[in-house]
């Protein structure tokens, strides 16, 4: 049994996990749960069930494997003798499972304890690093075994070659002289897919001559759409792997989505638009600072980000070895072959090679230098209190 985000159009790590499957142990019966609104995406070879039918309450009381990004919704029991391979969709950056918050506040006893029941159904739970396998450990505490093999999606990015950067270039319909610079913003609770205080279309029209931006928005906002915007802008929310969009773009642009620490992987130039950091850290709570430990350039205001894209600051060599430093603490695991390593040891039963992190309780040399930070490593501290600036101002109209 594949699904992703939620019962979504296959993608992420249970695809790439399920196209190694396909491969290595093609004997094997593979059915995705896809919810209805995204049956017009899904290939023709793919055996599907749609949720809450017959079919779909059989799948989960009879498959043996599972492989989900996302904690099981659903009540039936597990049987025994099912394996449930805890894929993930993202480095942890905000707090996670346990540990999460809301404006200072944890979430009920009640809550925490649904949560933790159906994160008891893991088998095997996948890390990129020590940093993340310490975070899933605290966050969902139930036991299961770590895979330190990276994320299966990133295998692409790490065997990528020339020909396949052009070719998803070519794709969009990039000229070889055209900059693309990737906008990857991530979710908030108040706001829709359109930020209220970042003027996109004002930003793109802005742009550099020859400067292309790409708009891909989280995949809460699928019921959503922005408003116009500009020509030199390809919405690529749909439609599009986000491999893809990492190998074709120049540049990413976001803020504290899981997206940079996957497109560390090729190398490129970030952009951190932490408009609203402080406020974001207090409502939703962060393992660490991403300010100061940033792959990249660091912009509060919109203006500022425009100049940096116009003066090519974010470019500068020392950045370079910003970037190094992030991969080596937070892909610490991404080797090019994680889809392999799972399909092998868990649906096959081979005993592949993979490396353990730590067992003595220390921190590993390449997480080191991380530091939670003071104002969310306690929400439960009654003195905690949010330092939330002004509104910056938006970007000339």
Excluded at 88 to 109: F, I, Q, V
Excluded at 174 to 201: C, I, S
């Amino acid at each position: 049994m594949y699904t992703c985000v939620w019962h979504r159009s296959p993608r992420g790590n249970p695809l790439a996990i399920y196209r190694k499957q396909q491969e290595l142990a093609p004997h094997m019966r593979a059915v995705w749960i896809v919810r209805k609104q995204d049956l017009a995406d899904l290939p023709p070879e793919i055996e599907y069930v749609t949720p809450r039918t017959i079919a779909y309450l059989r799948l989960i009381a009879t498959a043996k494997y599972f492989v989900d990004d996302a904690n099981p919704h659903w009540s039936v029991p597990q049987r025994d003798g099912q394996i449930y391979v805890e894929t993930h969709h993202g480095t942890a950056l905000k707090y996670m499972g346990a540990d999460r918050h809301y404006s200072g506040k944890r979430p009920s006893d009640s809550t925490i304890v649904t949560m933790h029941r159906r994160a008891q159904r893991w088998t095997y739970s996948l890390t990129t690093s020590p940093f993340l396998t310490e975070v899933w450990r605290r966050a969902y505490n139930n036991g299961c075994a770590q895979l330190p093999t990276g994320s299966p999606r990133n295998d692409r990015l790490v065997n990528a070659t020339d020909e396949q950067r052009a070719a998803a270039r070519a794709r969009l319909g990039l000229h070889d002289d055209e900059n693309a610079l990737l906008y990857m913003p991530t979710w908030r609770v108040r706001r829709g897919a359109k930020e209220a205080d970042f003027d996109v279309t004002a930003f793109a029209e802005r742009l550099p001559a020859k400067t292309r931006l790409l708009i891909r928005d989280h995949y809460y906002h699928d019921k959503t759409s922005r408003n116009m915007v500009p020509d030199t802008v390809i919405d690529v929310s749909r439609g599009w792997e986000v491999e893809d969009l990492y190998l074709a773009s120049d540049a990413l642009i976001t803020d504290y989505s899981s997206a940079m620490f996957d497109y560390a992987l090729v190398d490129k130039p970030m952009l951190l638009f932490c408009f609203d950091w402080d406020r974001y850290r207090f409502e939703r709570g962060t393992y660490f600072d991403i300010t100061v430990d940033a792959p990249g350039e660091v912009t509060f205001y919109a203006a500022a980000l425009l100049d940096a894209v116009r003066t090519g600051s974010y470019l500068a060599p020392h950045y370079a070895e910003q970037r190094d430093s992030f991969r080596r603490r937070f892909c610490t695991y991404e080797r090019g072959n994680a889809a392999e390593l799972v399909v092998r040891k868990v649906f096959l039963g081979e005993d592949v090679v993979t490396e353990e992190p730590p067992s003595d309780g220390s921190i590993p040399a390449s997480v080191r230098g991380w530091t939670p930070h003071p104002h969310v490593s306690h929400p439960e501290d009654p003195a905690l209190e949010p330092r939330l600036p002004p509104a910056p101002p938006t970007l000339l109209h």
